[in-house]
């Protein structure tokens, strides 16, 4: 079984400032790792992905995740928030090898993020 | 958008009415999914296929019926359709080419059931 969650519905940030948005999941396994964003009336767009190796993995528009196994998180940072951050973002966690024949990855509720100017 | 396409965009029916959304794909990706994704719930799985009429449920599945008769195609239908059905449905497929596939969405459609 696998699952993720999103602590904060929403996180507030002024422009300028470091961001955080916070994921901790649960698996029984080396888990595979993803961040999604939402833009208003979009699709779901992939940011950042964690296999293996390095634990700080660096994505697009300049956002970054940290993998700590010991606290199963996977926290997205980005040093300077922009306005245009504001969206909606998703974590989801899903096993390497196929469960049950297919590739099915489990996603959290996501957790709105709104940059103030 | 990893040439993913989805129609109608936008659709209001009626209580009791079918309806099928469709999915387009122009990559010949093997694996496809459908979700849901509704206020305070997130993203929820519907069914999806891991290729040519092979399909299986996930876990918001009744009410709903999927076919694939075509590697591109993937339709969701609500054989008769309610207002707890009304939602914004997502399709997805996986990119396995790279390794620890990536998932990648349609633009969405907005269904509203009166």
């Known amino acids: 079984a696998q699952s993720v969650a999103q602590p904060e519905d929403q996180v507030n940030v002024a422009e300028g400032n470091p961001l955080t948005v916070k994921c901790t999941y649960s698996?029984?396994?080396?888990?595979?790792l993803f961040w999604y964003v939402q833009y208003p009336n979009r699709g779901l767009q992939f940011l950042l992905k964690?296999?293996?190796?390095?634990?700080l993995v660096k994505g697009s528009y300049g956002f970054e995740a940290e993998f700590n196994k010991s606290q199963t998180s996977f926290h997205l940072k980005k040093p300077s928030a922009l306005v245009s951050d504001s969206a909606l973002y998703f974590c989801?966690?899903?096993?390497?090898?196929?469960?049950?024949?297919?590739?099915?990855?489990?996603f959290g509720r996501g957790t709105s993020l709104i940059v103030h100017p | 958008d990893a040439g993913i396409t989805q129609s109608p965009r936008h659709k209001v029916t009626e209580t009791g009415t079918p309806v099928t959304l469709r999915c387009h794909q122009t990559?010949?990706?093997?694996?496809m999914y459908w979700y849901r994704q509704d206020p305070g719930h997130g993203l929820r799985l519907i069914h999806y296929?891991?290729?040519?009429?092979?399909?299986d449920k996930g876990e918001v599945s009744d009410g709903y019926s999927v076919s694939r008769s075509k590697t591109e195609d993937f339709l969701l239908t609500l054989e008769s359709a309610t207002s707890s059905q009304t939602s914004v449905y997502f399709c997805?497929?996986?990119?396995?080419?790279?390794?620890?596939?990536?998932?990648?969405f349609g633009p969405g459609t907005r269904l509203t059931v009166l």
């Open positions: 698996v029984s396994g080396n888990p595979y």
């Open positions: 990559e010949n990706h093997r694996y």
């Open positions: 989801a966690v899903r096993l390497p090898e196929l469960s049950g024949g297919s590739y099915i990855p489990t």
């Open positions: 997805a497929i996986s990119d396995t080419s790279r390794g620890a596939d990536t998932q990648y």
């Open positions: 296929s891991y290729g040519v009429k092979d399909t």
């Open positions: 964690y296999i293996t190796g390095d634990n």
